[in-house]
């Protein structure tokens, strides 16, 4: 290390080592939980990069920019700032799937985060490639970059994405490259197997974008936002905006033989690929491949924001090469005079296995070195964000020597998606969806808030003025159930006749309005006539107190199951017990307990491999240290 | 993981003179309460505890006495356990033991897993170090057999059938799924109708495995029979014959307080247990022994009725009062004593005569008809107890009853007008207990399904 060291660039607390979606929220966190924080990037234009999907949220990914800025994140600020078009997805299910999604305006979304960052007192932005981190004694010490610049400090949050040995695969040519057109990070990798990290390589793919002026919008459906959109960021009063529409439209059989009829020119079909990409992000071909049967696949064209005339075209991601891309892109209605602007391509990169992380995200065998984002095996902005943000706030706590964050799976959707990627690891990008989480109707997006913002205000990031803005609402929402369950409702004849007008059964003795509120014919505007004195209210307010009352019997149903999941989670197992010691484990269970170290009961419980009898087992054995250590005192 | 009230034999399952049932845990008081009446009129809750109180198991679903009993109460701390314990002393062998575990576990107990009464003990402080090294090694020794056990422990047909089942839930939430978390594709939408059809073929599957598992039980506890016929027919002849050389399971069990005798016998494979010999070995006609009312019950409880004629006597009324209490009833018919001269006449009994079995027990005759006819009616006949999935188990029976309830849970939120993801979370309780029998887990599964099934991504 010496030999390469050219000169001291400076000494920060914490450096966060790339500035995507994970870094710039970890760097964030830092920064204003009062830490001398760097950030280093391989391009100051690539900060906050939306490399694939011009959009934000989602099933499942809505929810976590929720979470996000219930704890103090920056996301959902930067989305409500950058969107030209909202939809709330599933509203024809209960709330507890509704997701919000946007376009966003990647260019947009870029600059308002880099000049939050630029803005962010404590945080410094440089561009810079870390080549090496340095590391004493098992503790992290500094992080070295190309031009030979020292950095010492105390904590890494390492957010690299796609860009550790990052190779671009386009049909039969492949080179070294990161995400769009950006240099790929060819040196960082071999520093992390030095220090013991074991990495593995994953593969995504994005689709071309197509030139607007090229494709003939109006053979395609238009595909427009909601009258009403709905802000990300509980601090967002309101977004007003035009919005942009998208559009959809289908491949054809003449699509789908031009792609079989070139298949052996893809990479991965011709076996030249070895690294696993997601299978909820599958490409054309593997698309056309394995499900045969579908005569058609949609195509839906989406704008990269309002000043260019670059679209998007999602569904149609390939390895194909690209002479290949534009004729199949071409077979498709509307799509018949395309111009490609940038090739559809598939990249390689490394990534570390995430059970080497603890749940506090920070890696077992190295102190003070956390990781976030993709190079974690994840997938998406949003994920990428919230496991940005835990790391960045874990980082502090540690330094501080308080107690980390560790969000359990009936807290957070960044909860299961830490949980999942530390416990059982990952084969494939993991992607954060709905049915992940055990305990969906409580983790919805419309009682984010309400579960995390104390805890962030806890860690230090939420500020005053949120945290009064919140305890404003919850103050009113509690106020308000116990006013609706203490106001009794007779059944008075004029009462009768207007429950009759709305389909409702008439009432045969004297009912709450609460309980009134049950009936799933009934919403609260539609009890307004009944109801005169009602306070006036925020609309989400209205939606939380509905929510909460249509929903109860199932919510009570899942907070019986949760009581019992806290149990075990809530058996810490203390970091240096020694699985061999303990009699009556399987050889399986020992070694996967040994490898993942799980911090409770809960946790270990959901590591594969290991049985409810080891469980039994292992519990047994605490309690048989707990006394002797007891008697020893 | 020390959670809730647990219920199991302390006695081992073999045959002996008295059987206990324990129970620990903070609700076993209740629950006993709820099951045990003495006989001093007091519930359990009001009778002193660690004395000993004679009374009756009831079932208070219909007030039917179980068994007679013997119940102490013992109060925490100072039990094995440490926890509250309730033991019940019942008639020992397998079927009173069950009957009551089985209301245990009706009124809110839960089985207890095999070193669970220790664990606890050990947990709550009751026993030493070394003591609990011997419990881990019970607890791993589970473990390395429990693969093996939920292999062989199960019949192949159950565990197909449940997968069967399971297949189709795991299809059905799949597309909800799918429906949920990919609102944007062009995949089939799940309808509410849809689920409805497919939850209540659901349901009617499981119904059946429910209803299979009294079949099963009966399997395993023997086909009620009864012997019948007016005295001097031949029954405890036939009882004789049916008890001689290798076919006896089972000699006596005497109850202690009970006249009742109850043998087991195995024919052609289908256990049978012959209640209320104890008339027919007096040969003493059952009917005006105890009077038509319990006579009535008997046949009322009883599975297979062996009904026994004098092919050397004309039917009297007795004969025709007995084949009208019995109708409806599995009755095999048995002309005895054929190596005499014939008087008897079916002549307005069609539906006798054709079923007629002629024996002649003296002579040794005709029995092995009896024989085919059993294994005609049980092993591929009416009962189909060979062809048709059987649940013998009773955490089997458990399971399968608590996800009947949560599939028909499904059907009502569906009818009163419940969204999608409310549906879910009792289809997937539903999965979650049928996995429990099988041993499979849900989350993984599902997602392969989902990613394999469905084309969806961008």
């Given at each position: ?18 500035a ?6 970890a ?34 990914k ?80 500094g ?33 070294e ?160 005079d ?91 990008p993991?992607r ?52 609706l ?149 | ?13 073999g045959?002996a003179?008295?059987?206990i ?10 629950i ?34 179980i068994?007679?009993?013997?119940v ?37 107990a ?35 057999n ?130 209320d ?8 006609d ?21 009904m ?12 025709l009062m007995?084949?009208?209490h ?133």
């Amino acid at each position: 290390m010496k030999e390469d060291i050219r000169f001291l660039a400076g000494n920060y607390d914490i450096v966060v080592i790339g500035a995507g979606h994970a870094g710039c929220e970890a760097a964030l966190a830092a920064a204003r939980m009062g830490k001398k924080t760097l950030i280093l990037t391989m391009s100051l234009d690539a900060i906050a990069m939306m490399a694939c999907n011009p959009n934000i949220g989602g099933t499942g990914k809505g929810h976590l920019v929720r979470e996000i800025d219930a704890l103090g994140g920056e996301m959902a600020l930067i989305t409500d700032a950058s969107m030209i078009q909202f939809k709330m997805l599933n509203t024809s299910k209960g709330p507890a799937v509704h997701s919000l999604r946007a376009q966003a305006d990647k260019r947009q979304y870029h600059v308002n985060m880099k000049q939050v960052i630029e803005n962010e007192n404590n945080l410094d932005l440089k561009q810079a490639e870390a080549i090496r981190i340095d590391v004493d004694g098992g503790k992290v010490k500094g992080v070295l970059t190309r031009t030979g610049g020292y950095y010492k400090t105390d904590a890494i949050i390492i957010c690299t994405g796609t860009y550790l040995k990052g190779r671009i695969y386009i049909g039969e040519v492949n080179y070294e490259g990161g995400p769009s057109g950006l240099f790929p990070a060819n040196a960082l990798s071999q520093s992390l197997k030095d220090n013991g990290i074991q990495l593995k390589r994953f593969k995504t793919g994005t689709p071309a974008r197509v030139h607007r002026d090229s494709i003939h919008l109006e053979k395609m459906e238009l595909q427009e936002g909601d009258s009403d959109i709905v802000p990300f960021s509980f601090m967002t009063e309101s977004v007003n905006i035009d919005q942009v529409p998208c559009y959809l439209t289908y491949t054809n059989e003449s699509t789908h033989d031009i792609i079989r009829q070139n298949l052996s020119r893809s990479p991965m079909y011709a076996g030249h690929m070895e690294s696993v990409g997601p299978r909820y992000c599958p490409s054309i071909e593997d698309k056309v491949v394995r499900f045969f049967d579908k005569t058609k696949h949609q195509i839906f064209v989406e704008p990269e924001g309002r000043d260019t005339k670059e679209m998007y075209i999602q569904g149609f991601s390939t390895t194909l090469p690209e002479e290949v891309q534009l004729l199949m892109y071409q077979s498709v209605e509307g799509l018949e005079d395309c111009q490609i602007m940038r090739p559809a391509y598939a990249i390689e990169y490394d990534c570390i296995d995430p059970t080497q992380l603890r749940r506090t995200l920070e890696i077992k065998t190295i102190e003070n070195l956390y990781f976030a984002g993709q190079v974690n095996g994840s997938s998406g902005y949003e994920e990428a964000a919230g496991q940005g943000l835990i790391a960045g706030i874990n980082a502090v706590l540690k330094l501080n020597g308080r107690e980390q964050i560790v969000l359990d799976r009936s807290e957070a959707y960044i909860g299961v998606l830490i949980d999942d990627l530390v416990t059982k690891g990952t084969d494939e990008p993991y992607r954060m969806m709905t049915s992940r989480a055990e305990y969906r109707l409580v983790l919805r997006q419309d009682n984010a808030d309400l579960r995390l913002t104390e805890k962030g205000y806890d860690a230090g990031l939420v500020r005053e003025d949120r945290m009064g803005k919140f305890l404003s609402k919850k103050d009113q929402l509690e106020k308000e159930i116990l006013r609706l369950k203490g106001t009794i409702i007779t059944p008075k004849p004029e009462i009768n006749v207007y429950l009759m007008e709305l389909d409702s059964v008439p009432l045969k003795s004297a009912i709450t309005l609460y309980e009134l509120l049950r009936r799933p014919e009934l919403n609260y505007k539609r009890l307004t006539n009944l109801d005169v004195n009602r306070p006036d209210l925020d609309k989400n307010i209205i939606t939380q107190i509905e929510t909460q009352i249509k929903y109860e019997g199932y919510i009570a149903k899942q907070f019986k199951q949760i009581e019992q999941f806290k149990k075990l989670e809530n058996k810490k197992i203390p970091e240096n017990l020694d699985y061999n010691d303990i009699k009556g484990l399987r050889l399986e269970a020992r070694q996967k307990l040994s490898k993942i170290l799980p911090d409770s009961l809960g946790q270990a419980s959901r590591i594969s491999g290991v049985s409810p009898a080891d469980i039994n087992v292992l519990m047994i054995y605490m309690e048989q240290k707990k006394r002797m250590k007891e008697s020893d005192e | 993981m020390n959670i809730g009230t647990i219920a199991a034999a302390a006695t081992s399952p073999g045959i002996a003179g008295i059987g206990i049932v324990r129970v620990s845990g903070n609700k076993s008081l209740e629950i006993v309460t709820n099951i045990f009446k003495s006989k001093n009129g007091k519930s359990l809750a009001e009778l002193a505890y660690r004395k000993m109180y004679y009374g009756w198991i009831i079932d208070p679903e219909n007030e039917k006495v179980i068994d007679e009993v013997l119940v102490v109460y013992m109060k925490a701390p100072d039990t094995y356990t440490r926890e509250d314990i309730v033991e019940i002393n019942c008639h020992g062998g397998i079927i009173s033991v069950e009957k009551i575990l089985r209301l245990l576990l009706d009124q809110g107990a839960r089985l207890a897993e095999r070193g669970e009464f220790t664990k606890r003990a050990f947990l709550n402080g009751r026993i030493d170090l070394t003591q609990a090294e011997a419990v881990m090694d019970l607890v791993s020794a589970k473990t390395k057999n429990s693969f093996e056990l939920s292999l062989h422990q199960l019949e192949g047909r159950l565990s197909r059938e449940i997968e069967t089942i399971r297949q189709n839930l795991m299809d059905l939430i799949a597309q909800i799924e799918v429906n949920i978390d990919f609102p944007e594709y062009d995949e089939e939408e799940m309808t509410m109708d849809d689920i409805l059809s497919i939850s209540r073929e659901i349901a009617q599957k499981i119904e059946k495995l429910v209803q299979s598992s009294e079949t099963g039980i009966i399997y395993k506890e023997g086909l009620k029979t009864l012997i019948l016929g007016k005295p001097n027919v031949g029954k405890s002849s036939l009882m004789n014959y049916l008890l001689n050389e290798n076919r006896a399971i089972v000699t006596e069990i005497p109850g202690t307080t009970r006249d009742t005798i109850e043998e087991f016998v195995n024919l052609a494979g289908v256990p049978l247990k012959i209640i209320d010999t104890a008339g027919i070995r007096n040969t003493e006609d059952i009917v005006e022994k105890i009077g038509v009312q319990k006579a009535l019950e008997k046949i009322e409880e009883a599975d297979l009725i062996l009904m026994v004629f004098d092919a050397s006597k004309e039917l009297e009324v007795e004969d025709l009062m007995i084949i009208d209490h019995i109708k409806g009833k599995n009755v095999f018919y048995l002309l005895n004593k054929t190596d005499l001269k014939e008087m008897i006449s079916f002549d307005r009994l069609e539906y006798v005569k054709k079923e007629l079995i002629r024996i002649s027990i003296m002579n040794n005759e005709g029995l092995e008809e009896i024989e085919k006819k059993v294994r005609k009616e049980f092993l591929s006949g009416k009962l189909n107890i060979d062809n048709d999935t059987i649940v013998s188990n009773i955490r089997h029976k458990n399971l399968l009853v608590k996800a009947k309830q949560s599939i028909y849970d499904v059907i009502a939120s569906v009818e009163n007008g419940l969204t999608l993801e409310c549906v879910e979370v009792d289809i997937m309780d539903t999965l979650a207990y049928l996995g429990e029998i099988t041993g499979a887990s849900v989350k993984e599964d599902l997602m392969d399904k989902i990613f394999s099934e469905f084309c969806i991504g961008k």
